[in-house]
């Protein structure tokens, strides 16, 4: 089986790069390192059937050469941190729209399976008890650069439906909510890695808004494994599914909780939004997925809890202190 990874050496790609490796796959992984790391792909490339290719999901030409020949195609190479939509909304829309559109022709032309890493942004500022998968998006103004990324991967949804629709392309869309672990990064505003990096540099932990907005987190090793459940089951195709954590958790018991965890010295301190990403920024109050269609699918029943991602985070970023990888991004 030969799979593709696009993004493979970002955060959740290089997890799912090195989990195809042990399921005895051969890899590909396709980045352009914009924020992806080759250090994140330091196990898989000692392993003999990797291969890694530096390049961009526009370019079509590219994409068509390393989508010829494989068995399915893994989608995750995006622009993605509220940080990068707020700067850079322009490589959020770009990235995230022309470059969808490339794999996704790319995979019709050789008749490849697709699985399409989405984000559970698409429901904006829906804040029901369980998003299920049909909940409506209620998104904000498109002048708002904020909305950007919801917009844009919402129309990778659309696209992706399209081709199966049209072409009866096998295509399967995951939802993520919050996914988080080792190997991610806090230079983009993920709150888990940022507040941790900050906790252990005894520096205060920025807690934007009044901190009582909420998530689920969930860890990588539980969702990775899902994805490549859910890419194999034919059932999944022409569908999307949620993968999310159970706990919900206020941003500020967030920081308490890792505060005590860590045995910080640091103190917790209320950011402004504004402060933090400039006028008008609207946050997501609230996140909590249903998991109902992917837990009766393939059993998804994610098993870490909040306590042993931090420790898993910090230990993480410990380790990246002490080797002064990325020591600025912490
Ligand atoms: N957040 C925070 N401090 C930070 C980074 C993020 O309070 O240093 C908040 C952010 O405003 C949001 C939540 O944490 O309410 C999750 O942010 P993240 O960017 O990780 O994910 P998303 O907004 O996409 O859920």
Request: with cysteine; net charge negative; proline share 4%.
């Amino acid at each position: 089986m030969r799979s593709i990874v696009t993004g493979g050496a970002g955060f959740i790609g290089s997890h799912l790069t090195e989990l195809l490796l042990e399921q005895g796959d051969e890899v590909v992984a396709l980045d352009d390192l914009s924020t992806g790391r080759l250090e994140n792909l330091n196990r898989a490339v000692r392993h003999p059937h990797f291969i890694f290719v530096e390049g961009d999901i526009r370019d079509t030409a590219l994409v068509d050469r390393v989508v010829d020949g494989a068995d399915r195609v893994f989608h995750l190479a995006a622009a993605v941190g509220v940080r990068i939509i707020v700067d850079h909304p322009l490589e959020s829309l770009r990235t995230n729209i022309h470059g969808t559109e490339s794999v996704l022709e790319a995979c019709r032309r050789h008749s490849v399976a697709l699985l399409l890493a989405s984000t559970s942004e698409i429901y904006g500022k829906n804040t029901a008890d369980a998003l299920s998968e049909d909940a409506d998006r209620i998104l904000g103004s498109p002048l708002k650069s904020r909305w950007t990324y919801a917009a844009a991967k919402g129309i990778d949804e659309a696209f992706a439906h399209a081709y199966w629709q049209q072409f009866d392309l096998p295509v399967t869309i995951v939802r993520l909510f919050n996914t988080v672990g080792p190997r991610q990064t806090g230079r983009y505003g993920m709150v888990v890695p940022n507040l941790v990096g900050q906790a252990l540099r005894g520096e205060p932990l920025t807690v934007y808004g009044d901190g009582r907005q909420t998530r689920c987190f969930s860890y990588v090793h539980d969702i990775v494994p899902a994805m490549v459940r859910l890419q194999e089951e034919p059932r999944s195709v022409g569908r999307a599914f949620n993968l999310g954590g159970s706990f919900e958790v206020s941003i500020l018991d967030l920081a308490e909780r890792i505060v005590q965890l860590l045995d910080s010295p640091s103190r917790i301190e209320l950011v402004p939004y504004e402060r933090a990403y400039g006028p008008g920024y609207e946050d997501m109050r609230r996140r909590v997925p249903d998991n109902t269609l992917s837990r009766e699918l393939v059993g998804f029943a994610p098993t870490t809890t909040l306590d042993e991602i931090i420790r898993a985070v910090a230990q993480d970023r410990a380790s990246r202190m002490a080797t002064q990888i990325g020591a600025s991004g912490l």
